[in-house]
């Protein structure tokens, strides 16, 4: 007899039901429009020193530093670039510093990988104490390292050639802890023993299943590790003593003057530097979303 009610009641519509439904439904909707506007703040608030720096390259330096502040485009950045152009060997520093962040970038995503996928999937003697010491170099501040580096530059002769920029950044500790996480989590183990079954030795399961399961991991590295290199000023600022080898941060950095500065001009060449990083997160950025979104859908 209840469920017979209940069945009725359900026929002529609950009215709190619906209230409820109504009111959950309010809800929802509430919270998706406040985080839509949290998401389009901070994107505005992320995206703003880009486009402030886009406005200042387009401006001399009196309409910078003009009452009130400039907030769109003006017209001088054609004539800013040409400053730069003509103040700087430009096209050979943007040259020297693509050469010198795609070598690092390939040798960091080549070593790190092999170190990773060992620690991750092989024992050997000696693994843990090894990873720990590895780990441990995250507690020794960059600065520090700069005068032994370069008492070791000195005595193999490469102070002013590209390997002092090239050979001591071919392997890092947070790319192999980066690739080791990555590996541990994307590589079953039994697919590792059946390529050994198979008879497939390191290099080849390496090759076979590690790097494409680590693909996502790896061109993060590889994009990460190219933008450093291509921002990196202190340590080529150091070791590159002949101009025609400067890379493009410390080329961009003589268009600072102690008694006056350009700025448009340096702004121009901010511009520069960045468009490639751009183009180049654009390219890689495809690959590893990709893989995180498979990722996704795996869990």
Known sequence: MTATLDVGSARLGDPTGKSTNAAARRKTLVTRIVTHICIIIGVIFSLFPFYWLLVMSTHTTAEIFGYPPKLWVGSSFAENVKGVIDNVDLFRALLNTFLISAAVAILVMFFDSLAA???????????NILFTILMATFLVPGSLSLVPSFVLMSWLGWIGSFAALIVPGAANAFGIFLLRQFAQSSIPNELVESARVDGAGFFRTWWSIGVPMMRGGIAFLGIFTFIGTWNDYVWPLIVLVNPQRQTLQVALS???????????????GAVISVVPLIGIFIIGSRHFIANIAAGALKG
């Open 254 to 268: 003589t268009l600072n003057s102690i008694y006056a500065t350009d700025y448009g001009m340096v702004m121009a």
């Open 117 to 127: 996928y060992s620690f991750a999937k092989y024992n050997f003697p000696a693994k």
